[in-house]
């Protein structure tokens, strides 16, 4: 068996008929702040275009926290746009998510991972999240909107302190 690679370089590009799909809540009222589909269950290729897409909300991009038990070996550490992300398995993560961590100040957004499946339920699932609380896909947007909506909440919460 060969050893594990450190390091791995995500410049590599996934297929483009594989389009991403991910959906952010901008309310963050559930555990999670959206919504992820991956295609397979290889991490690093996964996480190629899901980091480029969340980059510029973010900021750079330092940690991926993820369930080991749901993804193939990961390394510990990935290059992506010219800078070391950790990636950190654990097996006592929540099932099923994901958590992004970005240079920015409170750049943290925890994903819901839909896994691979049968096409006929992977469209329910979407229409579910649709209509339920998907609100797109823009980082930057989404985490304008979060801090808002949490400005919002502890401006209701020291009125009723107060009141």
């Given at each position: 068996?060969?050893?594990?690679?450190?390091?791995?370089?995500?410049?590599?590009?996934?297929?483009?008929?594989?389009?991403?799909?991910?959906?952010?809540?901008?309310?963050?009222?559930?555990?999670?702040?959206?919504?992820?589909?991956?295609?397979?269950?290889?991490?690093?290729?996964?996480?190629?275009?899901?980091?480029?897409?969340?980059?510029?909300?973010?900021?750079p991009i330092r940690r991926v926290i993820y369930n080991?038990?749901?993804?193939?070996?990961a390394p510990r550490e990935l290059d992506s746009a010219?800078?070391?992300?950790?990636?950190?398995?654990?097996?006592?993560?929540p099932a099923r998510t994901v958590d992004v961590i970005?240079?920015?100040?409170?750049?943290?957004?925890?994903?819901?991972?839909?896994?691979?499946?049968?096409?006929?339920?992977?469209?329910?699932?979407?229409?579910?999240?649709?209509?339920?609380?998907?609100?797109?896909?823009?980082?930057?947007?989404?985490?304008?909107?979060?801090?808002?909506?949490?400005?919002?909440?502890?401006?209701?919460?020291?009125?009723?302190?107060?009141?």
């Amino acid at each position: 068996m060969t050893p594990q690679p450190h390091v791995t370089n995500v410049g590599r590009r996934a297929s483009p008929s594989r389009g991403l799909r991910l959906e952010l809540d901008a309310g963050g009222t559930g555990n999670v702040d959206g919504a992820w589909w991956p295609h397979s269950r290889d991490l690093v290729a996964e996480l190629t275009d899901l980091l480029s897409v969340l980059r510029p909300g973010l900021g750079p991009i330092r940690r991926v926290i993820y369930n080991l038990d749901e993804w193939s070996s990961a390394p510990r550490e990935l290059d992506s746009a010219g800078r070391r992300v950790r990636l950190d398995g654990y097996r006592h993560r929540p099932a099923r998510t994901v958590d992004v961590i970005g240079g920015n100040i409170g750049a943290t957004l925890s994903l819901r991972i839909i896994t691979p499946i049968v096409d006929a339920d992977m469209t329910a699932a979407q229409q579910h999240w649709g209509s339920e609380c998907g609100e797109g896909s823009d980082a930057a947007a989404w985490l304008r909107a979060r801090s808002a909506a949490r400005r919002g909440r502890r401006a209701r919460n020291s009125g009723h302190a107060s009141g």
